[in-house]
T-cell receptor
Framework: GQQLNQSPQSMFIQEGEDVSMNCTSS?????WLWYKQDPGEGPVLLIA?????ELTSNGRLTAQFGITRKDSFLNISASIPSDVGIYFC?????????????FGTGTRLTIIP | DTAVSQTPKYLVTQMGNDKSIKCEQN?????MYWYKQDSKKFLKIMFS???????INETVPNRFSPKSPDKAHLNLHINSLELGDSAVYFC??????????????FGPGTRLTVT
């Protein structure tokens, strides 16, 4: 099945730094979602994007729906320890009766003390 | 209140056994899903039900059989378990919308270990 390419695979940063990650696809989507997964937990929805070019914020998080509809970006400003985890992008091509999400490969964020 | 719940959280069993995982959502959503997350953390859709009707069935061995007794519940039964079935299984739900996308909300996962 299709996988979305997410980069970087992992990031090691210091507290207070800004973080950027992106996700690219070979096919278009009409919805992009960003999730965060903590160890032993399920993915938690962070931001949802529905229109090409859309820029949406959720606190220190900002995500953008790429204009080509084949990519999306997530930025985290002024990182804090609780930002540690795995971030997943997910794309969806909404066709009636088929709502499956295709997930990215994940970006593992680690904060160096 | 837990939105999407799964039981059990951990399941350790031997090859060849049959086991079930249960999922319940109290969000009033129309659609429920099962995903499998492998050891590399890759998440892949297995099944989707909308109002008790199967709408997505990815290439999954027929040893896996989902059952939806009502739109708030989606169970996963696995026959003749194999070593390769070891993974974390996530249930998710979403509300079907006429416009826009649908945001899926995930349960805490069931870690299945087959020995």
């Amino acid at each position: 099945g299709q996988q979305l390419n997410q980069s970087p695979q992992s990031m090691f940063i210091q507290e207070g730094e800004d973080v950027s990650m992106n996700c690219t696809s070979s096919s278009i989507f009409n919805t992009w979602l960003w999730y965060k997964q903590d160890p032993g937990e399920g993915p938690v929805l962070l931001i949802a994007l529905y229109k090409a070019g859309e820029l949406t914020s959720n606190g220190r998080l900002t995500a953008q729906f790429g204009i080509t509809r084949k990519d999306s970006f997530l930025n985290i400003s002024a990182s804090i320890p609780s930002d540690v985890g795995i971030y997943f992008c997910a794309g969806q091509l909404r066709i009636f009766g088929n709502e499956k999400l295709t997930f990215g490969t994940g970006t593992r964020l680690t904060i160096i003390p | 209140d837990t939105a999407v719940s799964q039981t059990p959280k951990y399941l350790v069993t031997q090859m060849g056994n049959d086991k079930s995982i249960k999922c319940e959502q109290n969000l009033g959503h129309d659609t429920m899903y099962w995903y499998k997350q492998d050891s590399k953390k890759f998440l892949k859709i297995m099944f989707s039900y909308n109002n008790k009707e199967l709408i997505i069935n990815e290439t999954v061995p027929n040893r896996f059989s989902p059952k939806s007794p009502d739109k708030a519940h989606l169970n996963l039964h696995i026959n003749s378990l194999e070593l390769g079935d070891s993974a974390v299984y996530f249930c998710a739900s979403s509300q079907d919308r006429a416009a826009g996308g649908n945001e899926q909300y995930f349960g805490p996962g069931t870690r299945l270990t087959v020995t």
